[in-house]
């Protein structure tokens, strides 16, 4: 009996953990173009809280990047997942997503746009304190947010998860306000050598507060588990830089939380 009281009450206990993370999804504009984000947040507390932007890959938001949102959720803070692309555009075929990418890559401008657009949506929920505020991204996703630095934005800090590095206006790197942590896959075929050193010269000649970590036998997408785990395809999944990461993404918000 006493046993199954435990079990009863360690079910319960998962439940209620469970139950306690709420999401929404939340339609806003930048400009005229209508945008669908995904917000999550721990509705057991009524505190303000750190507020954390996600930055979609390539196809837009997905099932990885709504797991993640929770994550952070679960951790404590607000995670609002930003739309990029624009409500309903969800590139699901790899010639698709690269093209939709692609407009972004090709215009910084309208990519740190949509960025501040989502930024701005975060700081606007309830529990969030605006003065706490930081950026993470995933493929597109970290350069993305990467920009978002680049473009001054008013946040803590920002995480790029195996992101790519280039940007065409290294001189923007001034503008940097917070701290920047690149978590990059040492043998990602996508982001080649001379981009990092690109990546590092601009982060030293800006005076940033940076580091870059280099995860072996790791190449791009190595927190996506949809990628499979075939490095030979340049993306694919690998669980060891996945929680590294992670847990150097949460160390990182406790050192610029404090």
């Excluded at 401008?109 to 309830?126: T, V």
Aim: net charge positive.
């Amino acid at each position: 009996m006493k046993r199954l009281l435990m079990l009863l009450t360690l079910l319960s206990l998962a439940v209620s953990a469970e139950a306690a993370v709420k999401t929404k999804v939340i339609e806003y504009r930048q400009g005229d173009t209508v945008l669908e984000g995904y917000l999550a947040w721990d509705d057991t507390r009524s505190a303000k809280r750190p507020g954390i932007l996600v930055v979609h890959e390539w196809t837009g938001i997905n099932s990885h990047i709504r797991q993640r949102t929770e994550m952070l959720a679960k951790l404590g803070y607000v995670a609002f997942a930003a739309d990029i692309y624009g409500k309903g555009v969800r590139p699901a075929a790899q010639a698709d997503a690269a093209a939709t990418a692609g407009i972004y890559k090709s215009d910084r401008a309208l990519m740190r746009a949509r960025a501040r657009a989502g930024l701005e949506e975060l700081r606007k929920q309830k529990f969030v304190d605006q003065q706490r505020l930081a950026a993470i991204g995933f493929c597109f996703g970290g350069t993305t947010v990467l920009e978002l630095a680049r473009d001054g934005a008013d946040v803590k800090g920002v995480v790029s998860f195996h992101g790519g590095l280039s940007t065409p206006t290294p001189q923007d790197a001034t503008r940097i306000k917070g701290k920047v942590l690149a978590l990059h896959g040492a043998d990602d075929p996508f982001v080649k050598a001379d981009e990092v050193a690109a990546f590092q010269d601009e982060m030293r000649k800006a005076t940033v507060d940076w580091q870059l970590i280099g995860y072996g036998n790791a190449v791009h997408s190595f927190t996506n588990r949809a990628a499979g785990t075939d490095n030979s395809k340049g993306a694919a999944y690998n669980e060891k830089a996945d929680k590294r990461s992670w847990e150097a993404m949460k160390a990182f918000f406790a050192e610029i939380f404090k």
